[in-house]
């Protein structure tokens, strides 16, 4: 996460952590401007977060081209059904369901399965959001969810390599 004013993220978190791993590195944050994409590249991200409910279809799609252009992957986020076919419109290859309500910031898992048949099976699904439990882990595997995307329960055990493995299907 790389956003500074709402999640306390620094930019510098990303650098230091592309430098230290050999996996995907996604950089987390509200894309709402073309230069944050180059950042990204020269960060050393190797994906960058587009947010369906922060863009128009224009600037989906333009964002979308210009991450193709820098061989950057975009994990495009979709919170309900229109979203997830404005996604799809505009070319998405990697879409992320984020299964918390942003209105009332509740949580139900049961979004992702709700909407995992509206996304073709060589779109890779995302469940983002609300994963705790082995169950949920379960649960989504069972509907062909191809990856999850896990913060707050990671971030908040003392523990992280039990916890992850405590969510493994």
Request: charged share 30%.
């Amino acid at each position: 996460m790389t956003e500074p004013e709402y999640f306390l993220g620094k930019d510098e978190y990303l650098k230091e952590i592309a430098k230290t791993v050999h996996i995907p590195v996604l950089r987390k944050d509200f894309t709402i401007d073309e230069y944050q994409i180059y950042e990204a590249k020269l960060f050393g991200a190797s994906a960058v977060l587009l947010i369906c409910s922060l863009l128009d279809k224009k600037t989906l799609s333009k964002f979308l081209n210009l991450s193709n252009e820098l061989k950057l992957d975009a994990l495009v986020e979709a919170h309900d059904e229109e979203e997830v076919h404005i996604a799809l419109e505009c070319g998405a290859k990697i879409i992320g369901v984020n299964n918390r309500n942003l209105k009332n910031f509740t949580v139900d898992v049961r979004n992702s399965l709700k909407l995992r048949a509206l996304v073709p099976k060589d779109v890779v699904f995302v469940s983002e959001s609300g994963i705790k439990t082995r169950e949920d882990t379960r649960q989504l595997a069972a509907y062909h969810v191809n990856a999850v995307l896990i913060g707050e329960t990671l971030m908040r055990s003392p523990d992280k390599k039990t916890a992850l493995d405590l969510l493994r299907p």
